[in-house]
């Protein structure tokens, strides 16, 4: 959609938008649905970072025939995922296997008070967080990657956004599989010269509880099997 804002990326790959259509079927059973999110997560994050990322010679190392040759690093070095609790957890695994080196792995806890829809934070274990990042005794990453496999009405992405922002973080990348183009628009406008986000499918209307039209249902309650609790 050419009115969306320039730090707003939508994968157009076929397959992913294949996957995509099973994910959104109500007669998918949750054992797919997990498989479906983690190779979502797998096409979607190899664009992602492929634009997030550049390569740059390491140092000299020998293949088992004692051959020398030029290893690759990457940069940024630093980078941190932060899943949003609860379903952003189904895309810590693909994401995590992109990457040659295991990356510290950090959540935040957010949901929707179900009256006014804003974002509420329950749980918070980034590291340092109760101190200025100049006072802290831990780098910030250069990089931080935010999973959540939903975007509805963009109050819980864009409070993660500020939240990391004012963590110190120098970048965001947001991963996530549907979002909803108002509430896509409210998250990329948080913090539009830090942050990028990147979906697998953009829906244009949202019901009057914040659900995605048409969606795919709640995530981690299809997921977590907790449907109607």
């Known amino acids: 959609m050419s009115s969306l804002p320039p730090n707003v990326h939508i994968s157009t790959h076929p397959c992913l938008q294949a996957k995509l259509s099973q994910l959104r079927s109500a007669s998918t059973a949750a054992r797919d649905v997990k498989t479906l999110i983690n190779e979502i997560t797998l096409i979607l994050g190899t664009e992602a970072l492929a634009s997030a990322l550049t390569s740059s ?6 293949t088992p025939l004692n051959f020398p040759y030029q290893t690759t690093t990457l940069l940024p070095s630093t980078i941190s995922l932060v899943p949003i609790l609860r379903s952003g957890l189904s895309m810590v695994d693909p994401l995590s296997s992109l990457l040659p080196s295991p990356p510290p792995i950090h959540h935040l806890g957010l949901f929707r008070e179900p009256s006014t829809l804003l974002p509420v934070e329950y749980y918070n274990n980034l590291p340092n967080h109760l101190t200025s990042p100049s006072s802290s005794t831990e780098k910030t990453p250069d990089l931080t990657i935010v999973l959540d496999p939903v975007i509805a009405t963009g109050g819980t992405c864009a409070a993660a956004i500020q ?5 110190g973080t120098k970048r965001i990348l947001v991963l996530s599989i549907l979002g909803a183009k108002p509430g896509v628009e409210l998250a990329a406008n948080e913090w539009p010269e830090g942050t990028e986000i990147w979906l697998a499918g953009l829906d244009t209307e949202l019901t009057e509880r914040g ?8 995530v981690g309650d299809r997921l977590f099997l907790t449907i109607g609790k």
């Open 57 to 62: 010679p390491g140092p000299e190392d020998k």
């Open 211 to 218: 659900m995605l039209k048409p969606g795919m249902g709640d």
């Open 163 to 167: 939240t990391l922002k004012e963590w």
